[in-house]
């Protein structure tokens, strides 16, 4: 089973900052099948990214994903108020379990 | 409009079964897998297991295996969950997703609005 950790737990900033959020993988993801959701309180998860680096539908630019093998990151390059919230990756793609990571919460500063 | 319908909130005791619900529309429910999240109250995501209503081929999370049983009618397009003996640790938000691209283990892209199952005596 894939283990994926993201760092940190907790990222204290304000508007208009750029976020940026790790998530490392115990073991290489097949095809950089690694998806970052966030989640507001009270909401589903939603799909931002997928492939490492491709936006879903709809997804403002300034979410970008990148990374391979057993790092990845995801940036927000300018927070707006609705961006705070818990992100968490995936990854997908192989043998089961398709693990998350534990999440990390971008909160207002 | 794709979505994903669950059913509503459950309360129940230790001991009794339950079977929740998300019901498909929008697309063809038998080409696309569908998979079942856990989210215990203000804890993160866990992946439970995933069916392909197709043929109904299921994979389970070894920490879900033989806890909970995935099934699926394709008839009404229609994927379950359901558990024997509920346990209080069962208490959670229970979200069904499907998959982006058909037949595929690919991101989730469509999520129910999850079903919250409380298990108190």
């Known amino acids: 089973e894939i283990v994926l950790t993201q760092s940190p737990g907790t990222l204290s900033l304000s508007p208009g900052e750029r976020a940026t959020l790790s998530c490392r993988a115990s073991q290489s993801v097949s095809s950089s099948y690694l998806a970052w959701y966030q989640q507001k309180p009270g909401q589903a998860p939603r799909l931002l990214i997928y492939g490492a680096s491709s936006r879903a539908t709809g997804i403002p630019d300034r979410f970008s994903g990148s990374g391979s093998g057993t790092d990845f990151t995801l940036t927000i390059s300018r927070l707006e108020p609705e961006d705070f919230a818990v992100y968490y990756c995936q990854q997908y793609g192989s043998s089961p379990p398709e693990t998350f990571g534990q999440g990390t919460k971008v909160e207002i500063k | 409009e794709v979505q994903l319908v669950q059913s509503g909130a459950e309360v129940k005791k230790p001991g009794e079964s339950l079977k929740i619900s998300c019901k498909g529309s929008?697309?063809?429910?038998?080409?696309?897998?569908i998979g079942w999240v856990r989210q215990m109250p203000g804890k993160g995501l866990e992946w439970m297991g995933i069916i392909y209503p197709g043929d109904s081929d299921t994979r389970y999370s070894p920490s879900f295996q033989g806890q909970v049983t995935i099934s699926a009618d394709k008839s009404i397009s229609t994927a379950y969950l359901q558990w024997s003996s509920l346990k209080a640790s069962d208490t959670a938000m229970y979200y069904c997703?499907?998959?982006?691209?058909?037949?595929?283990?690919?991101?989730?892209?469509?999520w129910g609005q999850g079903t919250m199952v409380t298990v108190s005596s």
């Open positions: 997703a499907r998959p982006s691209a058909p037949a595929a283990w690919d991101a989730f892209d469509i």
């Open positions: 929008g697309y063809s429910f038998t080409s696309y897998w």
